[in-house]
């Protein structure tokens, strides 16, 4: 069963560095056909993507936000940490980690298992 | 701003069919996902790769598509069903997934 959990601080500062984790089970870091990405709401707000890892360490990023952000994945630790620098009020919100699944012979691109997100307030 | 656009509101009375799209020119490349959205919950998958149903979603969801218009219809909407309904999909260039604004669903 795929679970994924995020973790990290409610409350962060304006300006400063918000570290968030995701830790996963149920899957490989490693497995080619598997990757996490993080997607972010604000309050009442549409759903936002933020970045993705895939297994051979590849990267992807908001076009929006690529300057801010830094994903990362230690696969002894099954987590995979995002960071996004310079915060601002405007990044208030809930942050999800998902589980995202491709399948490029298919053409299927899909985050099929999301976690419970975790609450950011910028303040 | 989204590069999928999906109407912000949509109502429907119980037991009754209702259609919601999303139209973006990546969908011409790609195929959409849809994803429910209820108050205070993480989003759930309900359709992938434009028709696909994970398991334990009910039959009366189903997607299709054409051209750059997808869609997600629900036969026979129940008031469980009300919920913020997103696509999404890849980007035209391949390279970036992005979110349609989402539709919030009335059940009547």
């Known amino acids: 069963q795929v679970t994924l959990k995020e973790s990290g601080p409610v409350l962060v500062k304006p300006t400063e560095t918000l570290t968030l984790t995701c830790t996963v089970s149920?899957?490989?870091?490693?497995?080619?056909?598997?990757?996490v990405s993080w997607i972010r709401q604000p309050p009442g707000k549409a759903l936002e993507w933020l970045a993705h890892?895939?297994?051979?360490?590849?990267?992807s990023y908001s076009a929006s936000l690529k300057s801010r952000l830094t994903i990362s994945k230690d696969t002894s630790k099954s987590q995979v940490v995002l960071t996004m620098t310079n915060m601002d009020p405007v990044d208030t919100g809930t942050y999800y980690c998902?589980?995202?699944?491709?399948?490029?012979?298919?053409?299927?691109?899909?985050?099929?298992?999301w976690g419970k997100g975790t609450s950011v307030t910028v303040s | 701003s989204s590069e999928l656009t999906q109407d912000p509101a949509v109502s429907v009375a119980l037991g009754q069919t209702v259609r919601i799209t999303c139209q973006g020119d990546?969908?011409?490349?790609?195929?959409a996902n849809w994803y429910q959205q209820k108050p205070g919950q993480a989003p759930v998958l309900v359709i992938y790769?434009?028709?696909n149903r994970p398991s334990g979603i009910p039959d009366r969801f189903s997607g299709s598509s054409s051209g750059n218009k997808a869609s997600l219809t629900i036969t026979g909407a129940q008031a469980e069903d009300e919920a913020d309904y997103y696509c999404?999909?890849?980007?035209?260039?391949?390279?970036?997934?992005?979110f349609g604004g989402g539709t919030k669903l009335t059940v009547l």
């Open positions: 149920g899957f490989s870091l490693t497995n080619g056909r598997e990757s």
């Open positions: 999404n999909s890849r980007d035209y260039s391949g390279n970036y997934l992005v």
């Open positions: 890892i895939f297994a051979n360490d590849g990267k």
């Open positions: 990546s969908l011409g490349r790609y195929y």
């Open positions: 998902a589980h995202y699944v491709v399948d490029a012979i298919l053409g299927h691109y899909y985050m099929d298992v």
């Open positions: 790769g434009k028709i």
